[in-house]
């Protein structure tokens, strides 16, 4: 059974850049065709998607983080990864990873994420 | 940006009795449409996709109808584990951009 770990820093100060793992076991992030994903969940605005990745390097990213977001993949350590850049208090929130049901039709798109990490909080604050 | 409006906010049901939610699009998603059910201090899980197709170990007392833009979770019989939060989320957009809705919390009555 795939399990997804996330690690990075707790506490970060406005205008550093956010860099997250997502350690993954029980299975291979380049079998099976997946795409591995990060989403964030704000205390009141709710679930948002980041962006997902195939193993291949293939990326696709929310517009309203392109330009500041960066994903990557590290087969050997069998992680990927996000980093987000400049980032301020409105970057404050728990940050998943997950991996991504391959869908129907368009290669790279997906159907539903399953399953999650566990989440990690990130705090920004000066 | 697609918006995803959930109904209602928050839904009181007694144990054993069946609840209804609901998640509107504001365009055609035609079947492109997940269910997750989040618990306090968890991530959310993966309960249907495809609008009804549960995904794996997720029991049969869940079930997702709809289509275009009116879609509803029906839990049959409500255990005290189903009590939770619930979201949509379409993945109808291309390229990617998928959006939530804001989520229904299921309270014991």
């Known amino acids: 059974q795939v399990q997804l770990q996330e690690s990075g820093p707790g506490l970060m100060k406005p205008s550093q850049t956010l860099s997250l793992t997502c350690t993954v076991s029980g299975g291979s992030i380049s079998s099976g065709g997946y795409y591995w994903s990060w989403l964030r969940q704000h205390p009141v605005k709710g679930l948002e998607w980041i962006g997902y990745m195939s193993y291949s390097g293939t990326t696709f990213y929310s517009p309203s983080l392109k330009g500041r977001v960066t994903m990557s993949t590290d087969m050997s350590q069998n992680q990927f990864s996000l980093m987000l850049s400049s980032v301020t208090a409105a970057d404050t929130a728990v940050y998943y990873c997950?991996?991504?049901?391959?869908?129907?039709?368009?290669?790279?798109?997906?159907?539903?994420?399953?399953?999650w990490g566990q989440g990690t909080l990130v705090t920004v604050s000066s | 940006e697609i918006v995803m409006t959930q109904s209602p906010a928050t839904l009181s049901v007694s144990p054993g009795e069946r609840a209804t939610l609901s998640c509107r699009a504001s365009?055609?998603?035609?079947?492109?449409l997940a269910w997750y059910q989040q618990k306090p201090g968890q991530a959310p899980r993966l309960l249907i996709y495809?609008?009804?197709t549960r995904a794996t170990g997720i029991p049969a007392r869940f079930s997702g109808s709809g289509s275009g833009t009116e879609f509803t979770l029906t839990i049959s019989s409500l255990q005290s584990e189903d009590f939770a939060i619930y979201y949509c989320?379409?993945?109808?957009?291309?390229?990617?951009?998928?959006?939530f809705g804001q989520g229904t919390k299921l309270e014991i009555k």
């Open positions: 365009q055609s998603l035609s079947s492109n």
């Open positions: 997950a991996r991504a049901r391959p869908g129907a039709g368009i290669v790279g798109a997906t159907s539903g994420f399953d399953p």
């Open positions: 989320q379409q993945y109808n957009t291309w390229p990617p951009m998928y959006t």
């Open positions: 495809d609008a009804s």
